[in-house]
T-cell receptor, first 114, second 115 residues
Framework: NAGVTQTPKFHILKTGQSMTLQCAQD?????MSWYRQDPGMGLRLIYYSAAAGTTDKEVPNGYNVSRLNTEDFPLRLVSAAPSQTSVYFC??????????????FGNGTRLTVT | AQSVAQPEDQVNVAEGNPLTVKCTYSVSGNPYLFWYVQYPNRGLQFLLKYITGDNLVKGSYGFEAEFNKSQTSFHLKKPSALVSDSALYFCAVRPPASGTYKYIFGTGTRLKVLA
């Protein structure tokens, strides 16, 4: 039982290139989300999905997601910009009514855009 | 706007001394409150949560947190700090159970326990 698996661990992109960050879970949780972590900023929500087939975004541009099944929630950077240099975390949880189900995090992807 | 504040960027404490990491929030209603810990090059790990009931909640690794509704605070505490407690700590709030999944995180407090 791996929980939340993120790949790759590290990656360097050039400005304008595209890339997909992978997130897979084996806990059968409905809710999946992507956060980015920047120094002094804490974690900021980028996208989330309450269940397969649904997604909602928090930041306006630069990212795209899909949720074709329960297990996978890939995050796509459409045309990378230096401002997207960050550490990206995938997090999952059960339904919000389930006693305050906490988030379970992957180990992150450190992305640098040059 | 809804927000979570962790007023201290860093807290230093001697090993064996009690520690407190502060968190206040500005969220309407009765939110769910959480503490997470992050070790280097790892994702965040859940420590404890407050949903309802007793204002003092106990969590993993001997940590506890005290909820104060009038002060809208949820401070993390531990009676006796260990060097291994050194890490980055995040307070998080989830607005009231209305079907929302949106967590709001504080900016984090780095705890350094000195031997």
């Amino acid at each position: 039982n791996a929980g939340v698996t993120q790949t790759p661990k590290f990656h360097i992109l050039k400005t304008g290139q595209s890339m997909t960050l992978q997130c897979a879970q084996d806990m059968n949780h409905g809710y999946m989300s992507w956060y980015r972590q920047d120094p002094g900023m804490g974690l900021r929500l980028i996208y989330y999905s309450a269940a397969a087939g649904t997604t909602d975004k928090e930041v306006p541009n630069g990212y795209n997601v899909s949720r074709l099944n329960t297990e996978d929630f890939p995050l796509r950077l459409v045309s990378a910009a230096p401002s997207q240099t960050s550490v990206y975390f995938c997090a999952i949880s059960g339904a919000p009514g389930q006693g305050g189900s906490p988030l379970h995090f992957g180990n992150g992807t450190r992305l640098t855009v040059t | 706007a809804q927000s979570v504040a962790q007023p201290e960027d860093q807290v230093n404490v001697a090993e064996g001394n009690p520690l407190t990491v502060k968190c206040t929030y500005s969220v309407s209603g009765n939110p769910y409150l959480f503490w997470y810990v992050q070790y280097p090059n790892r994702g965040l790990q859940f420590l404890l949560k407050y949903i309802t009931g007793d204002n003092l909640v106990k969590g993993s690794y001997g940590f506890e947190a005290e909820f104060n509704k009038s002060q809208t605070s949820f401070h993390l505490k531990k009676p006796s700090a260990l060097v291994s407690d050194s890490a980055l700590y995040f307070c998080a709030v989830r607005p009231p159970a209305s079907g929302t999944y949106k967590y709001i995180f504080g900016t984090g407090t780095r705890l350094k326990v000195l031997a």
